[in-house]
Nanobody, 126 residues
Framework: QVQLVESGGGLVQAGDSLRLSCAAS????????MTWFRQAPGKAREFVAG????????GYADSVKGRFTVSRDNAKNTVMLQMDSLRPEDTAVYYC???????????????????WGQGTQVTVAA
C-alpha cells in the first residue's frame, strides 16, 4: 500500500513563501512521476505541477508558472513544492499524487492518479 504524507502548509501573507513536502512510502518511488494538485473551496481539484521520475522534466499550471518550483529527492522518497510570491488565489488544500502505472513523464490528468495524500492547507491572506 502506498502512503503519501504532505507537510508544510500554513497561513501566510501575500508575497510570502512556503515549501511543501510529500513523503512517500515504498521502495519504488523513483519509478513514478509525481504530481501536485490543489483544491479551493467550491472548486474542482486542479493540476499545479508535475515532475518526471528522474526529476529532469517539470511542468506547471499557467497560474503558478514562474512562482512555484517542483523538485524531488529519490534517495529520500520525497517530492517538494517551493511556492514563492504567494497570492490569495493560491489558497487551497494541496495534494501530492502518484499514478497507478510507472511512467517517465508526469500527467496532469486527475483520472491517471491512483494515490492521493491527505492534503495540506495553504491559506494566503491579502
Amino acid at each position: 500500500q502506498v502512503q503519501l504524507v504532505e507537510s508544510g502548509g500554513g497561513l501566510v501573507q501575500a508575497g510570502d513563501s512556503l515549501r511543501l513536502s510529500c513523503a512517500a512510502s515504498g521502495r519504488t518511488f523513483s519509478s513514478y512521476a509525481m504530481t501536485w494538485f490543489r483544491q479551493a473551496p467550491g472548486k474542482a481539484r486542479e493540476f499545479v505541477a508535475g515532475i518526471s521520475r528522474d526529476g529532469g522534466s517539470t511542468g506547471y499550471a499557467d497560474s503558478v508558472k514562474g512562482r512555484f518550483t517542483v523538485s524531488r529527492d529519490n534517495a529520500k522518497n520525497t517530492v517538494m513544492l517551493q511556492m514563492d510570491s504567494l497570492r490569495p488565489e493560491d489558497t487551497a488544500v494541496y495534494y501530492c499524487a502518484r499514478p497507478m502505472y510507472s511512467s517517465t513523464s508526469y500527467s496532469a490528468d486527475r483520472e491517471s492518479i491512483a494515490y492521493w495524500g491527505q492534503g495540506t492547507q495553504v491559506t494566503v491572506a491579502a
